[in-house]
């Protein structure tokens, strides 16, 4: 059974940084598409970034510039980097990912407006105050 755990959400101060993880158990196989997504109370779910087995990444307008995802594929983990954090980046994050393979190189990236990733982690929730 394939497990995603998240870890490394906290407060911090707005201008802060804070560094996310999120490790796969269960499945030796690296995912072929990976993400963040976050949530705020009373807000639907959104999409952050999305990386693909190529390295192909994509973010959210308002994050870019300021977050990294990334990826060891060796350790199985992703990561998602974040920098110069604002009180609107307050949310319980969410890394998701998927095995299925596709030739469209923007599979990946149209993930992240879709959301439709087959596994999900925990979440961590992540609170920028001003």
């Known amino acids: 059974q394939v497990q995603l755990v998240e870890s490394g959400g906290g407060s911090v101060q707005a201008g802060g940084s804070l560094r996310l993880s999120c490790a796969t158990f269960?499945?030796?196989?690296?995912?072929?598409?990976m993400g963040w997504f976050r949530q705020a109370p009373g807000k639907e779910r959104e999409g952050v970034a999305t990386?693909?087995?190529?390295?192909?990444?994509t973010y959210k307008d308002s994050v870019k510039g300021r977050f990294t995802i990334s990826r060891d594929n060796t350790k199985n983990t992703l990561y998602l980097q974040m920098n110069s954090l604002k009180p609107e980046d307050s949310a319980m994050y969410y890394c998701?990912?998927?095995?299925?393979?596709?030739?469209?190189?923007?599979?990946?990236?149209?993930?992240?407006?879709?959301?439709?990733?087959?596994?999900w982690g925990q979440g961590t929730q992540v609170t920028v105050s001003s």
């Open positions: 998701a990912g998927d095995y299925r393979f596709s030739w469209n190189p923007i599979w990946c990236a149209d993930r992240r407006s879709r959301g439709d990733l087959d596994y």
């Open positions: 269960g499945y030796t196989s690296s995912m072929n598409c």
């Open positions: 990386i693909d087995n190529d390295g192909r990444t």
